[in-house]
């Protein structure tokens, strides 16, 4: 399995407070990305990153900012949560030198806005 | 914009054959790819196809048609542990910045019953 962990794996958190979730991995893959995952939805994108201190948004990244200082670490930040941000987060790494570049996930963050 | 259609639940007998079709229709393609997500956990690879036929890995085969924007996924020899979420996701082309731009279908839910 690739080395992809997230913290936390859950919170409960009130409307209006700012919550940053962050996603580690040791496999020193090149992209690494944020998707949200709801009921009646496919996996979503919300950013993406290309390198350090490089990031992109995706379909999704309304009220989401995203950071990568390191390779390793690529943190996720709601600036002032609201209740339809309950969702689980899911990160995921790729690096284009596989043969299908595709991705491996994270085990996910499940995070309710009260 | 991006379209991808799976049926959203499915029963199958342990130890019987079942196939799980994926429909899509998007401004590109540049591969397909087959994940399972058990209930709670991450989703995990398992297959790709970027040209027509069939691609075969074990108890597991996934088909493409690119002209009818069709795929398939086959499972023989059903096990009770294959009960979860098979999600079809299509690669729409790879970013300007070489990060894939995937697209994830909702999600078939597979019941494996003895």
């Known amino acids: 399995d690739a080395g992809i962990t997230q913290s936390p794996r859950h919170k409960v958190t009130e409307t209006g407070t700012p919550v940053t979730l962050r996603c580690h991995q040791t496999?020193?893959?090149?992209?690494m990305y944020w998707y949200r995952q709801d009921p009646g939805h496919g996996l979503r994108l919300i950013h993406y990153?290309?390198?350090?201190?490089?990031?992109d948004k995706g379909e999704v990244s309304d009220g989401y900012s995203v950071s990568r200082s390191k390779t390793e670490d690529f943190l996720l930040t709601l600036e002032s949560a609201t209740s339809s941000q309950t969702s689980v987060y899911f990160c995921?790494?790729?690096?284009?030198?596989?043969?299908?570049?595709?991705?491996?996930f994270g085990p996910g963050t499940r995070l309710t806005v009260t | 914009g991006q379209n991808i259609d799976q049926p959203t639940e499915m029963t199958a007998t342990e130890g019987a054959i079942v196939q799980i079709n994926c429909t899509y229709q998007?401004?590109?393609?540049?591969?397909l790819f087959w994940y399972q997500q058990h209930a709670g956990e991450a989703p995990t690879f398992l297959s790709y196809?970027?040209?027509?036929g069939l691609e075969e890995k074990g108890r597991f085969s996934s088909f493409l048609s690119r002209s009818k924007g069709y795929s398939y996924l086959l499972l023989k020899e059903l096990q009770m542990k294959d009960s979860a979420s098979y999600l079809c996701?299509?690669?729409?082309?790879?970013?300007?910045?070489?990060?894939?731009?995937?697209?994830f279908g909702t999600g078939t839910r597979l019941t494996v019953i003895p």
């Open positions: 496999e020193n893959h090149r992209y």
């Open positions: 995921a790494i790729s690096e284009n030198r596989d043969r299908g570049h595709e991705q491996y």
């Open positions: 990153s290309y390198g350090v201190k490089d990031t």
């Open positions: 196809n970027v040209l027509d």
């Open positions: 996701a299509v690669r729409d082309g790879l970013l300007e910045t070489g990060a894939n731009n995937l697209f």
């Open positions: 998007t401004s590109g393609f540049n591969g």
